[in-house]
């Protein structure tokens, strides 16, 4: 069985130690890093932009993924590829051509990525998933970090665990939002394989590592 990876969401880090908190993840053992962007637009908040991911590709050696909540994310693709970006997230409702964007992506040589909110039909993927490289699964409406994992969402993964599984196995299927030490071991149960965790992951609560464990002891088999 493939490794189940986790990817810490830094829009819940302190962003006066943004660095220091990156490098706290990468000794505690995160695969990758999630850069959340949002422009206002696709969703109701504004977040960090190219020099952010600039300034994380100086401090960190992890797989940096950019989730682009963002309006016509074609404009920005060749910026957060040169910026540093090994994985661009883009949004099928964020643009009327998203297979022009996933291949825009690849030809930038960078890996691709496809996502899709909780209301959005699954069957955005089906013609899209051979070109794929991550299918992401939002498991609670996109905008802002601390929310409720959605239920519905686990027959969703079932399902597109199902269509990835014909169609492209190779594509690692994520999900984004919710993800805590009770809800990691259902969305791996139904189809996860890259869990992004935000405020589980960055709190006051714990360390940055003591979270981490505590995320990868609720992956261990039982018994």
Request: with cysteine; charged share 25%; proline share 7%.
């Amino acid at each position: 069985m493939m490794k189940i990876e986790i990817a810490p969401s830094i829009l819940s880090a302190d962003f006066a130690r943004l660095g220091e908190e990156v490098r706290e993840a990468e000794a505690a053992g995160a695969d990758r890093i999630h850069v959340d962007v949002m422009d206002g637009r696709f969703v109701p908040n504004l977040t960090m932009g190219v020099v952010v991911v600039e300034a994380l590709r100086r401090v960190t050696r992890l797989p940096l993924e950019v989730h682009l909540m963002i309006v016509e994310p074609e404009r920005f693709l060749e910026a957060f590829a040169r910026a540093g970006a090994d994985l661009l997230i883009v949004h099928p409702e964020a643009t009327p051509h998203a297979h022009r964007a996933i291949q825009q992506i690849k030809e930038l040589g960078v890996r691709a990525g496809l996502a899709v909110n909780p209301a959005t039909p699954l069957a955005w993927f089906e013609d899209l998933l051979p070109e794929l490289d991550q299918a992401l699964l939002m498991t609670v409406n996109p905008g802002f970090g601390g929310q409720r994992f959605l239920e519905q969402s686990l027959p969703r993964l079932e399902r597109l665990r199902a269509m990835r599984d014909r169609l492209n196995p190779a594509c690692r299927i994520e999900v984004d939002g919710g993800i805590n030490p009770e809800t990691a071991p259902r969305v791996v149960q139904a189809g996860a394989e890259v869990l992004v965790a935000g405020s589980s992951v960055f709190n006051a609560r714990a360390s940055v590592a003591e979270n981490l464990n505590a995320l990868r002891r609720s992956l261990a088999p039982q018994g």
